[in-house]
């Protein structure tokens, strides 16, 4: 498949930012994973490919690092914070209920995360990396649902805003 | 009454609806004025006086700032500035708002500084989780190009400077600095083996600085009010302010901005309203999770980054407070924290990779009524391969300091809570042989 034009144009821009190329290798894996939705086997193989790397380094990298998917993973994902301010203030509680409710669920994924650096608004939790709390489990299941019927727009799940840059 | 004292918060709170707009940190903040003055004073003049004002990092170690800078080898170029606002000590929410809220003052900062270490690229690594950080960094650098603040010839100084926004991915350990330059190079952010310290070889190999968001946006201050004032500000060598994130159970959790020298009780229960419901405090965690805890009996203890580590054995780290109130059980904090660090343990040094791990399900089973009288000591003796001695300051036999912060917390759990804990482990091996002795014998539920 490899890059196409714009794609193409994209990925040298970002590359220009920097005295070395590899150091593209997280933005254009952000990149790959809003083209395609996760980070697919062709998407890694693009990246190589356009930098110069084996696709077995560039998934290396990419394996390491929590924010790329390596499966679909649905529209919306649902991060929620249990470390230990939110431990104290209804973080699990809070996991606990979205998970059940949305076990099912293809399109909203939920994971449980280290601290979000918002531990005045505990329990946290973000949206496609938008920040929303203190939340009881209703009022989170409210918001999902306005992101999911359109009514609030959510960034990509790489958190780029919609229609903005990498 | 405890008083906050802004420097680095002051205007993000005089213009909450606007501070990260360039058109008003320009008219109502002087954004970029400093620059005219940190060029007229030259590179040498500015970390001379950043040295004076005995300004030391916000990221975690407290290193002195213009001391690091002048390791730099000279002559060697190029060099770098890679700014750290990877924020991912847990309790710690200071860059997260300093980014979204003050983008020109940060730039202004790390444009002062690059010049000041003859730096003509510079990075911000943020913490990838910051999307809307990013936005407004973004924009704001943006801006500062349009009006000729970064690119060519700033100013009309001869000073050149490229700007790049780097967002990380997800991985608390490219927080450590040359973590992070492993991940600025494209790789997994694994930290690197000291020496080469950074300065010397830094990123692809080059002499770089590494300082956190908060260091990197007081620069700008130093610069236009002298280094006199910064040191008048704060105790001994604790000087100027800090920003302290608190949360847990208080009653306004959130960040304050305080001359150092302060207490903890002015602070936690002063500014931040102590613990809420009318509750009393158990213990709390002075500087990040990564520091030893701290009891009730500390609160008169001052914000003194040295008095921390030396009397108190702990540190004042990221400047993160968590309090918890009476009802809080210790082992589930400490099993919490256990499970961070498995996490996010690199697995590249053996104790902390493996050691890690083991103190996490330890901690699970004694949190959980699984416990056996020695696990506290089991825990000790495999944290002491990893923490010769476990005496805060921590030795160290890991590549980088993640190793031995997991072992804070349960010195910490023997330091503070033993007695109450060895009692527990007692009960609830007690209580299983008895129900396992009842079940047996009499099918009884005891
Ligand atoms: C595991 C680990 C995580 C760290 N995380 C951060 C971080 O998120 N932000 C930060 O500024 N420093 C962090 N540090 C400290 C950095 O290594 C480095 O000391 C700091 O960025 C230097 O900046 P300063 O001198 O301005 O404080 C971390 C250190 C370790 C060992
Ligand atoms: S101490 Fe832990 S996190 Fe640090 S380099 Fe070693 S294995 Fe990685
Ligand atoms: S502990 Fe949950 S956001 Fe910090």
Same mark, same amino acid.
């Given at each position: 498949?490899?890059?196409? +034009?714009?794609?193409?144009?994209?990925?040298?821009?970002?590359?220009?930012?920097?005295?070395?190329?590899?150091?593209?290798?997280?933005?254009?894996?952000?990149?790959? $994973?809003?083209?395609? +939705?996760?980070?697919?086997?062709?998407?890694?193989?693009?990246?190589a490919?356009?930098?110069?790397?084996?696709? %077995?380094?560039?998934?290396g990298?990419?394996?390491?690092?929590?924010?790329?998917?390596?499966?679909?993973?649905g529209?919306?994902?649902?991060?929620?914070?249990?470390?230990?301010?939110?431990?104290?203030? +209804?973080?699990?509680?809070l996991?606990?209920?979205?998970?059940?409710?949305?076990?099912?669920?293809?399109?909203?994924?939920?994971?449980?995360v280290?601290?979000? %650096?918002?531990?005045?608004?505990?329990?946290?939790l $973000?949206?496609?990396?938008?920040?929303h709390?203190?939340?009881?489990?209703?009022?989170?299941?409210?918001?999902?649902?306005?992101?999911?019927?359109?009514?609030?727009? %959510?960034?990509?799940?790489?958190?780029?805003?919609?229609? +903005?840059?990498? | 009454?405890? /008083?906050?004292?802004?420097?680095?918060?002051?205007?993000?709170? !005089?213009r909450?609806?606007?501070?990260?707009?360039?058109?008003?940190?320009?008219?109502?903040?002087?954004?970029?004025?400093?620059?005219?003055?940190?060029?007229?004073?030259?590179?040498?003049a500015?970390?001379?006086?950043? /040295?004076?004002?005995?300004?030391?990092?916000?990221?975690?170690?407290?290193?002195?700032?213009? /001391?690091?800078?002048? &390791?730099?080898?000279?002559?060697?170029?190029?060099?770098y500035?890679?700014?750290n606002?990877?924020?991912?000590?847990?309790?710690?929410?200071?860059?997260?708002?300093?980014?979204?809220?003050?983008?020109?003052q940060?730039?202004?900062?790390?444009i002062?500084?690059?010049y000041?270490? /003859?730096a003509?690229?510079? &990075?911000?690594?943020?913490?990838?989780?910051?999307?809307?950080?990013?936005?407004?960094?973004?924009?704001?650098i943006?801006?500062?190009?349009?009006?000729?603040?970064?690119?060519?010839?700033?100013g009309?100084?001869?000073?050149?400077?490229?700007?790049?926004?780097?967002?990380?991915?997800?991985?608390?350990?490219?927080?450590? !600095?040359?973590?992070?330059?492993s991940?600025l190079?494209?790789?997994?952010?694994?930290?690197?083996?000291?020496?080469?310290?950074?300065?010397?070889?830094?990123?692809?190999?080059?002499?770089?600085?590494?300082? =956190?968001?908060?260091?990197?946006?007081?620069?700008p201050?130093?610069?236009?009010?002298?280094?006199?004032?910064?040191?008048?500000?704060?105790?001994?060598?604790?000087?100027?302010?800090?920003? &302290?994130?608190?949360?847990?159970?208080?009653?306004?959790?959130?960040?304050?901005e305080? !001359?150092?020298?302060?207490?903890?009780?002015?602070?936690i229960?002063?500014?931040?309203?102590?613990?809420?419901?009318?509750?009393?405090?158990?213990?709390?965690?002075?500087?990040?999770?990564?520091?030893?805890?701290?009891l009730p009996?500390?609160?008169?203890?001052?914000?003194?980054m040295?008095? #921390?580590?030396?009397?108190?054995?702990?540190?004042?780290g990221?400047?993160a407070?968590t309090?918890?109130d009476?009802?809080?059980?210790?082992?589930?904090?400490?099993?919490?924290?256990?499970?961070?660090?498995?996490?996010?343990?690199?697995?590249?040094?053996?104790?902390?990779r493996?050691?890690?791990?083991?103190?996490?399900?330890v901690?699970?089973?004694?949190?959980?009524?699984q416990?056996?009288?020695?696990?506290?000591d089991?825990?000790?003796?495999?944290?002491?391969?990893?923490?010769?001695?476990? =005496?805060?300051?921590f030795?160290?036999?890991?590549?980088?300091?993640?190793?031995p912060s997991?072992?804070?917390?349960?010195?910490?759990?023997?330091?503070?809570?033993?007695?109450?804990?060895? #009692?527990?482990?007692e009960?609830?091996?007690?209580r299983r042989?008895?129900?396992?002795?009842?079940?047996?014998?009499?099918?009884?539920?005891?």
């Open positions: 498949m490899a890059f196409s +034009g714009t794609e193409r144009r994209r990925a040298e821009e970002i590359v220009a930012r920097y005295p070395q190329s590899r150091s593209a290798t997280l933005p254009l894996l952000f990149l790959v $994973q809003d083209r395609d +939705g996760w980070v697919t086997p062709q998407g890694i193989e693009d990246v490919d356009f930098l110069g790397l084996t696709p %077995a380094v560039v998934l990298t990419c394996s390491f690092y929590t924010m790329f998917k390596l499966s679909p993973v529209k919306l994902v649902v991060s929620v914070c249990t470390n230990v301010s939110c431990l104290v203030n +209804g973080g699990p509680q996991h606990e209920h979205l998970r059940r409710e949305y076990a099912r669920s293809d399109d909203v994924f939920i994971e449980e280290e601290c979000l %650096a918002a531990c005045d608004r505990a329990p946290a $973000q949206i496609n990396y938008d920040f709390g203190p939340l009881t489990g209703e009022q989170a299941v409210d918001l999902i649902e306005r992101h999911r019927s359109g009514e609030l727009t %959510a960034r990509t799940i790489s958190g780029t805003a919609t229609g +903005g840059e990498v | 009454m405890a /008083q906050e004292t802004p420097v680095v918060t002051r205007f993000m709170r !005089e909450p609806d606007d501070s990260w707009q360039f058109e008003s940190a320009r008219a109502y903040n002087a954004a970029y004025t400093r620059l005219e003055r940190a060029f007229a004073m030259g590179p040498e500015i970390v001379e006086a950043v /040295q004076q004002s005995g300004l030391r990092g916000k990221g975690g170690a407290g290193f002195g700032t213009g /001391q690091k800078w002048s &390791f730099l080898p000279k002559g060697v170029f190029p060099r500035l890679c700014i606002g990877d924020e991912g000590e847990p309790a710690t929410f200071k860059d997260h708002m300093l980014t979204e809220r003050d983008p020109h940060l730039v202004e900062g790390a002062i500084t690059a000041a270490i /003859q003509n690229h510079a &990075f911000i690594y943020l913490r990838g989780e910051f999307a809307l950080g990013a936005d407004r960094l973004q924009q704001a943006d801006d500062a190009y349009a009006h000729g603040f970064l690119g060519k010839d700033i009309g100084s001869g000073f050149d400077l490229e700007l790049v926004l780097h967002r990380g991915a997800g991985c608390y350990i490219a927080g450590d !600095e040359t973590g992070l330059l991940s190079e494209g790789e997994r952010a694994m930290p690197r083996i000291k020496p080469p310290f950074p300065a010397a070889q830094g990123l692809y190999a080059a002499p770089t600085v590494v300082n =956190n968001i908060e260091t990197i946006s007081t620069i201050w130093i610069i236009a009010n002298g280094a006199e004032w910064y040191a008048g500000m704060g105790v001994n060598r604790s000087t100027g302010t800090r920003i &302290f994130s608190v949360s847990g159970h208080v009653e306004r959790p959130g960040n304050y305080v !001359e150092l020298g302060m207490t903890f009780r002015e602070l229960e002063g500014l931040a309203g102590g613990v809420r419901d009318g509750k009393r405090m158990k213990f709390f965690i002075p500087g990040g999770a990564s520091s030893p805890w701290l009996e500390h609160l008169d203890s001052p914000l003194d040295d008095y #921390a580590g030396s009397e108190l054995r702990t540190m004042l990221s400047g407070i309090v918890f009476e009802t809080t059980d210790p082992l589930l904090v400490s099993w919490r924290l256990a499970k961070f660090y498995a996490h996010e343990s690199c697995g590249k040094c053996t104790p902390c493996e050691g890690s791990s083991w103190i996490e399900k901690l699970y089973r004694m949190v959980n009524g416990g056996r009288p020695e696990d506290l089991l825990l000790l003796s495999f944290g002491s391969n990893i923490v010769p001695g476990l =005496n805060a300051p030795a160290q036999t890991t590549i980088c300091a993640l190793g997991t072992m804070s917390h349960v010195v910490s759990l023997d330091r503070w809570f033993r007695d109450e804990i060895v #009692a527990r482990l009960r609830d091996t007690a042989t008895s129900l396992e002795i009842v079940t047996v014998s009499a099918g009884a539920d005891a």
